[in-house]
C-alpha cells in the first residue's frame, strides 16, 4: 500500500494531499476487505470482554455505581484488556500486512509477529500509563483549585492543560507504534526526531479522522445505562461500540504507518532507521 519515496534517516516535509490520498484511497478504502477479514477475531474479542464486564459489573450489584472503587478497577482491567491487548492485536496485523504484505494475505503468527505484537503493547500500555498520569493529576489540581481561581471560567483549563500535553507528547511518540509493529528498531526519540515538522499535520490528521470516532464511542458506551440490562437495544449498542474502536485503532494505524513509511523511508527488510 505504502511505498517509500526516500533514504531512510531523511526527514523532508509530507505533502498533506498525498497522505490524505494515501489513508483515504490506499488505506482505508482500498484495503477495506483485509481490514474487516483480520477485525474479526479482535472484534469478538473486544465484545466478549465487553459482555464479560457488563455481567461482573451486574452481578455485583455494581453497574450503576460508577465511581465505586470496584466499578472502577473492574472497568480499568476491561480497558486495559480491549484498548492494549485486543487494540495491539489489530494494530500489530493491520502494520504488518498493509506495510510488509504477506503471500497468504493474512497475518503470520511466528516469533517476528508475537515480538511485534509484545513491543506494541508494552507502547500502548506506556501511552496510557502516562496519560492516565497527565489527565488524572489535572482532574486532582482541578476539585482542589477550582474554588480558588480569579473566575471560575479558568477551571476548565486545568484539565484541558493536561489534555492537550498529552495529545502532543502521542503525536510526537506516535511512531514507535508502526516501528513497533513492522520489526524496525525504533525508539522514542527516533520517534521525536523524525515527526519534527509534521507535528501539525499529524495533529491535524488524528483530529478529523480519529476524534470523532472516540467521541462517537464515548457517547455509545455512556449511553448503555439508559438501556434495559442485557436487552437487544443494549447488545446493539456494545457490538456497535466495538465496531467503532476496531475503526479508531485501522484509522489511527493506516495515518501511522503512512506518514512513518514516507517521512523515514522505512522498507521492508529494512533494520535500522
Known amino acids: 500500500m505504502v511505498k517509500p519515496i526516500r533514504l531512510m ?28 477479514t483480520v477485525a474479526l477475531i479482535p472484534f469478538i474479542l473486544a465484545l466478549i470482554i465487553d459482555i464479560g464486564t457488563a455481567i461482573t459489573l451486574d452481578l455485583r450489584g ?6 465505586s472503587p470496584e466499578t472502577i478497577i473492574i472497568d480499568i482491567i476491561a480497558l486495559i484488556l480491549i484498548e492494549i491487548i485486543v487494540g495491539a492485536y489489530y494494530t500489530t496485523n493491520v502494520a504488518r500486512l498493509l506495510g510488509i504484505g504477506s503471500k497468504s494475505g493474512r497475518p503470520t503468527l511466528d516469533e517476528d509477529w508475537r515480538d511485534a505484537f509484545g513491543a506494541v503493547a508494552v507502547r500502548l500500555l506506556i501511552f496510557y500509563v502516562f496519560g492516565a498520569v497527565l489527565l488524572g493529576g489535572g482532574f486532582v489540581a482541578y476539585l482542589m483549585f477550582r474554588d480558588d481561581l480569579p473566575t471560575s471560567q479558568l477551571a476548565p483549563f486545568i484539565i484541558a492543560v493536561p489534555a492537550l500535553i498529552q495529545l502532543y507528547l502521542y503525536t510526537r511518540f506516535s511512531f514507535v507504534i508502526s516501528a513497533a509493529a513492522v520489526g524496525a528498531p525504533y525508539t522514542f526519540g527516533d520517534s521525536i526526531r523524525a515527526t519534527g515538522g509534521i507535528t501539525v499535520l499529524l495533529l491535524g490528521l488524528n483530529l478529523v479522522f480519529s476524534l470523532p470516532l472516540v467521541v462517537a464511542q464515548l457517547a455509545l458506551q455512556t449511553g448503555t445505562a439508559s438501556f434495559p440490562t442485557f436487552g437487544l437495544g443494549y447488545f446493539a449498542v456494545m457490538i456497535l461500540t466495538q465496531a467503532l474502536f476496531l475503526l479508531r485503532v485501522a484509522v489511527f494505524t493506516i495515518i501511522n504507518l503512512v506518514c512513518f513509511v514516507n517521512r523515514t523511508g522505512w522498507a521492508p527488510g529494512a533494520r535500522r532507521v
Open 9 to 36: 534517516g531523511q526527514f523532508p516535509p509530507l505533502s498533506a494531499g498525498r497522505v490524505v490520498r494515501q489513508v483515504i484511497v490506499d488505506g482505508l478504502l482500498g484495503q477495506w476487505r483485509l481490514l474487516l
Open 62 to 67: 455494581a453497574r450503576d455505581l460508577v465511581a
